[in-house]
C-alpha cells in the first residue's frame, strides 16, 4: 500500500529529488579548458543545443545545473525542457567539432520517467500472473468435475439401492383393468 501511495505521489509531482535525472561526461585532463557542450540529439550524427564554459555552474536559465570534477563534468536537469529524447553531452573542440563523451535518454514529464523504470519492473510479472491463471483455472476445473463425478456417483449408488419392482403378470394386469 505504501508503494502505492508512493508511485502516486511521484506521478504527479510532489518529489523533485526523484525527478531529476543526470549525465556524466568524462573527459581528459588536456581537454579541460574546452567549452562544454549539451545538446538533444537531432539525427545519428548531429544535436542541437549550446555551449558554455567550463566554470559555468548554471545554464539554460537555471533549467541545467554543471558541477564539476577533476576529469568529468555532471549536467543535472532541474527543469525538464518539454520535450523527450536522447541527449549528449560533449566539448566543443578548437575546430569547432563536438566531441560526444556521453548520451542518455531524457523525459520531459515525471509520469514517463517512473513509467521508464516501471514497465521494466512489471515486465517479469507478466508471465508469472499469467502461469498462476493457468494453475488456478486448471485447479478450480478439477474440483468442479469432482463434484460433478460425485454426484453422478450419488445418483448411481441411490440408484442401486432402490427397490426393484416386477412388471405385473398376466393375471394382475385383468385385475387392474377392472375385470
Not at 556521453?102 to 508469472?128: D, N, Q, T
Not at 454426484?151 to 412388471?167: E, I, K, N, P, R
Request: proline share 4%; net charge positive.
Amino acid at each position: 500500500m505504501h508503494f502505492l501511495i508512493l508511485v502516486f505521489l511521484l506521478a504527479i509531482g510532489e518529489s523533485d529529488a526523484v525527478f531529476r535525472q543526470k549525465l556524466t561526461c568524462p573527459y581528459e585532463a588536456k581537454q579541460q579548458s574546452l567549452r562544454r557542450v549539451w545538446c538533444r540529439r537531432s539525427s545519428p550524427e548531429c544535436c542541437t543545443g549550446f555551449n558554455f564554459s567550463y566554470s559555468a555552474r548554471s545554464v539554460d536559465g537555471g533549467k541545467l545545473r554543471v558541477t564539476q570534477d577533476a576529469r568529468s563534468f555532471t549536467v543535472e536537469v532541474l527543469e525538464p525542457s518539454g520535450r523527450d529524447g536522447l541527449y549528449w553531452c560533449g566539448l566543443l573542440s578548437k575546430n569547432a567539432t563536438i566531441i560526444k563523451l556521453a548520451e542518455g535518454y531524457f523525459h520531459s514529464s515525471s509520469g514517463a520517467f517512473i513509467w521508464s523504470f516501471l514497465r521494466w519492473a512489471m515486465l517479469p510479472l507478466l508471465p508469472l500472473v499469467t502461469i498462476c491463471v493457468y494453475v488456478l483455472t486448471k485447479m478450480k476445473t478439477k474440483q468442479c468435475c469432482k463434484k460433478d463425478d460425485e454426484l453422478y456417483d450419488d445418483v448411481a449408488a441411490a440408484g442401486a439401492t432402490d427397490t426393484v419392482y416386477d412388471s405385473p403378470g398376466p393375471l394382475n394386469e385383468r385385475e387392474s383393468a377392472g375385470i
